[in-house]
Structures are given as structure tokens and as C-alpha cells.
């Protein structure tokens, strides 16, 4: 099975125009009920736009290193296997953050 550039490019136009008509009734709910929104039009037609990102600037300036994901889930499978039982009170990413900090 292939698909074609243009195929694609119209469906995801259809699951757009669904997420905008979805976004506008959550907002149109939360006015209604005083609930919280679920999805806003600002944030599906935020989402439309490609980003592009870099981490250099987080290298230049703050020092940052990146791994390869396939070994950061290795490390996050092997971190959550290691403690079971210990009602996870941290994460790995945060673990050696003292509470309240």
C-alpha cells in the first residue's frame, strides 16, 4: 500500500477542519458550563504550522548534551524497572531535585 503526497495532504486538511469545529464547540462548551476548555482554536491553529527547532542554542548557551532517544529509553526503562515498588516519588529526569526546590 502507498500513499501520495497529495492524499495525505488532504487528509490531514480533513483532521484539521475536525480539530477546529472540535475546538470551537470545547469553547463554546466551557462558556456554557463554566467547565474547563479541552482543545482551543489558538492551539490547533498553532499546531497546523510546521516548527522548526534547534537545540544549539540550548548547546551554545546553557551547556546541554542530548542522547540518542533509543538510549534515553533504555536509561528510563531501566530507571522505572529499578524502582518498582518505591511509589516512583521522582522522576529520573528530576529524581536528584530535593523536594520543594
Known amino acids: 500500500m502507498s500513499i501520495h503526497i497529495a ?3 488532504k487528509d490531514c486538511a480533513r483532521v484539521c477542519r475536525y480539530a477546529l469545529v472540535y ?3 470545547s469553547e463554546l462548551y466551557s ?3 463554566g467547565r474547563p ?11 497546523q504550522h510546521p516548527h522548526v527547532t534547534s537545540s544549539a542554542k540550548a548547546r551554545r548557551e546553557l551547556g546541554a548534551s542530548f542522547q540518542p532517544l533509543a538510549e534515553t529509553l533504555r536509561d528510563e526503562v531501566a530507571w522505572f524497572r529499578g524502582n518498582q515498588g518505591t511509589g ?3 522522576t529520573p529526569a528530576t529524581s536528584h531535585v530535593p523536594r520543594g526546590v
Open 7 to 9: 492524499q495525505c495532504s
Open 23 to 25: 475546538a470551537r464547540l
Open 31 to 33: 462558556r456554557i458550563t
Open 37 to 47: 476548555v479541552l482543545v482551543t482554536v489558538n492551539g490547533v491553529r498553532t499546531l
Open 88 to 90: 516512583l516519588q521522582g
